[in-house]
Nanobody, 124 residues
Framework: QVQLVESGGGLVQAGGSLRLSCAGS????????MGWFRQAPGKEREFVAA????????QYTDSVKDRFTISRDNAKNTVYLQMNSLKPEDTAVYYC?????????????????WGQGTQVTVSS
């Protein structure tokens, strides 16, 4: 079993930065693709970013390209999401997720294990 715990969310003004962390326990996350998703009130959960097992490949949704950076530290069993130039429309609950199949998936149903989420609120 894999347990994922997100942290680092909070309230920030537009233009500010936050770094989210996702710590894995139980079976290591090191062997899997990891993703970040977000869900705003009344909206479906949407893909934000993903990183391959080695960290060599990453993908981002268009709205966060050049502002967000996903990274991982396999020695610490942790994945990060550095978020810069935050906008009010980035406000959502952010979830990390682990995939059990090789390769990057852009939809939530491609991931098996999920954290409980961390709230990010960006004020204008």
């Amino acid at each position: 079993q894999v347990q994922l715990v997100e942290s680092g969310g909070g309230l920030v003004q537009a233009g500010g930065s936050l770094r989210l962390s996702c710590a894995g326990s139980g079976r290591t996350i090191n062997s899997g693709t990891m993703g970040w998703f977000r869900q705003a009130p009344g909206k479906e959960r949407e893909f934000v970013a993903a990183i391959s097992r080695s960290g060599a490949s990453t993908q981002y949704t268009d709205s966060v390209k050049d502002r967000f950076t996903i990274s991982r530290d396999n020695a610490k069993n942790t994945v990060y999401l550095q978020m810069n130039s935050l906008k009010p429309e980035d406000t959502a609950v952010y979830y990390c997720a682990r995939r059990t199949i090789v390769g990057i998936a852009l939809t939530a149903n491609g991931y098996t294990y999920w954290g409980q989420g961390t709230q990010v609120t960006v004020s204008s």
